[in-house]
């Protein structure tokens, strides 16, 4: 398994911005595909973007707004949040998905965001 490590949550206003970066251990290049889930209290955990070595896919509600990114060399990831609102308050959690077969199999400790209205 690969350790990820979170960062770059906290308490912003609505429509404001937030950068989310994720540090991995291993080679990311080598994972069929990089994302980000987030948990809100009481609700399911949802896959908000994911990244493969060429495509991206995007939760409905976050398109035009998200950007997830990934840097091989430094093996980090990162989630770009603008026009952020009160509904994108959640728990957000890195995740590596080995292959396909496998699926999401290694999390982060997950970052706190919390948008204000």
């Known amino acids: 398994q690969v350790q990820l490590v979170e960062s770059g949550g906290g308490l912003v206003q609505a429509g404001g911005s937030l950068r989310l970066s994720c540090a991995a251990s291993g080679t990311i290049f080598s994972f069929n595909a990089m994302g980000w889930y987030r948990q809100a209290p009481g609700k399911q955990r949802v896959l908000v973007a994911a990244?493969?070595?060429?495509?991206?896919i995007y939760l409905d509600s976050v398109k035009g707004r998200f950007t997830i990114s990934r840097d091989n060399a430094k093996n980090m990831v990162f989630l770009q949040m603008n026009s952020l609102r009160p509904e994108d308050t959640a728990v957000y959690y890195c995740?590596?998905?080995?292959?396909?077969?496998?699926?999401?199999?290694?999390w982060g400790q997950g970052t706190q965001v919390t948008v204000s209205s």
């Open positions: 990244i493969t070595s060429d495509a991206t």
């Open positions: 995740a590596a998905r080995p292959d396909i077969t496998t699926g999401w199999r290694d």
